[in-house]
């Protein structure tokens, strides 16, 4: 029996005319290693999306470039068809090279194309939510999205795409986005060391645009680190259940994808992000970010 979505870990938010639960699930761990090929354990990946929608979940993030193209029939292959709750947000804009890069691709045709790809592996005949992924590995660049993202709205007007998003964006780009079309969400780094989008944070959630932190714990340092380890030994809990339950006290518009491969992980995942955090815990967690 499913457990009800609201039961999960922050309720729900709105994605335009989507609703989904704030705890969601980034399927990019379910690729082989470094996100390339096929999983070692093909029926253990399709158990881990099962479980996640038995869980309650109705958001699962994914990407054409996971494999590539292997997260997509993943989620297809253990899904399809999807139950209406269940609502899937794909990334475009990067291809993978030999070399397990991700270089850019976001000329027109290429963005065509990667579109139509999502379409054909999950099976559907428009995607709910398509974000543009600009930069690059190392973070957001700056410059006009206009091109790129002009492709996708007019992919949206031919009815290929419901909402559009942004990711591993500055917050000039995404005034640039929402000048060209509406956005529902943005997916940048953010978390308890990374406090660098803490102002577009709070200017997307008066507007009612979600917020996708990814990398709930990459990129501490050895005392960031120290210190998230202290709390949680203080609150019995893991650091990734501190971080996760912290990112969902932080702002409303927040929703997390927290990944993973493992059935057991998910569900320790849930429930570390229902860890409830007093006042005095946030006062010292958000020390590490100063």
Known sequence: MNTPSAALPGGTWSLGDLTVTRFGY????????????????????LSVLREAVDLGITHIDTAGAYGPRVTNRLIREALHPFPSSLHIVTKVGAVRDEQG?????????????????????????????VNL???????????????PFETLAELQRQGLIRHLGVSNATAEQVAE????????????LYNLA?????????????????????????????????????????????PMSVAL???????????????????????????GAGLALSDEDVTE??????
């Open 133 to 147: 992924r600009l930069g690059d590995a190392l973070g957001p660049r700056p410059g006009s999205l206009a091109e």
């Open 101 to 129: 890069g991700w270089p850019p691709a976001r000329q027109p045709e290429e963005l065509r194309r990667a579109v139509h790809e999502n379409l054909e592996d999950l099976g559907l005949d428009s995607l709910d939510v």
């Open 26 to 45: 980034g399927a990019m761990q379910l690729a082989g290693p470094g996100v390339m090929g096929p999983p070692a354990d093909h029926e253990g990946a």
């Open 285 to 290: 967690l958000d020390k590490i970010g100063a």
């Open 177 to 188: 986005a929402r000048g060209i079309a509406p956005i529902v969400c943005v997916q940048n």
């Open 194 to 238: 990374h406090r660098h989008d803490d102002d577009l944070i709070d200017d997307l959630a008066a507007e009612g645009i979600a917020y996708v932190p990814f990398f709930p714990l990459g990129g501490f340092t050895p005392l960031q680190s120290s210190a998230l380890t202290a709390v949680a030994n203080r609150l019995d809990a893991t």
């Open 245 to 271: 339950a912290w990112l969902l006290r932080r702002s409303p518009n927040i929703l997390l994808i927290p990944g993973t491969s493992s059935v057991a992980h998910l569900r320790e995942n849930v429930t």
